[in-house]
């Protein structure tokens, strides 16, 4: 089992910047991706960024550009610096853990942070 703790939603002005943070703890493989979802009220949830425990990220095209995804290995942590916020980032983000084992792959989730962008 993983878990995960976020940090860092809130509430900001277009054109304004957050940071969202995600520790994991439990048990950590070697070899994982991180990343963060969102999910706006009526729509699906989505990828936002994600980065492989080698540093390969890969983000929506949406944010391409405005965000972007680190880690802290050594920490278990994920970060997400959102820059230049659009209304349209509205969203509860949530952090994911994945994990692969065979040919099969293991996901957890965070409780999921509230990012609101006000015109």
């Known amino acids: 089992q993983v878990q995960l703790v976020e940090s860092g939603g809130g509430l900001v002005q277009a054109g304004g910047s957050l940071r969202l943070s995600c520790v994991a703890s439990g048990s950590i493989r070697s070899i994982n991706t991180m990343g963060w979802y969102r999910q706006a009220p009526g729509k699906q949830r989505e990828l936002v960024a994600a980065?492989?425990?080698?540093?390969?990220?890969n983000y929506a095209g949406s944010v391409k550009g405005r965000f972007t995804i680190s880690r802290d290995s050594a920490k278990n942590t994920v970060y997400l610096q959102m820059n230049s916020l659009k209304v349209e980032d509205t969203a509860v983000y949530y952090c994911?853990?994945?994990?692969?084992?065979?040919?099969?792959?293991?996901?957890?989730w965070g409780q999921g942070t509230q990012v609101t962008v006000s015109s």
């Open positions: 980065i492989t425990s080698g540093s390969n990220t």
């Open positions: 994911n853990y994945r994990s692969f084992v065979g040919v099969g792959r293991n996901d957890f």
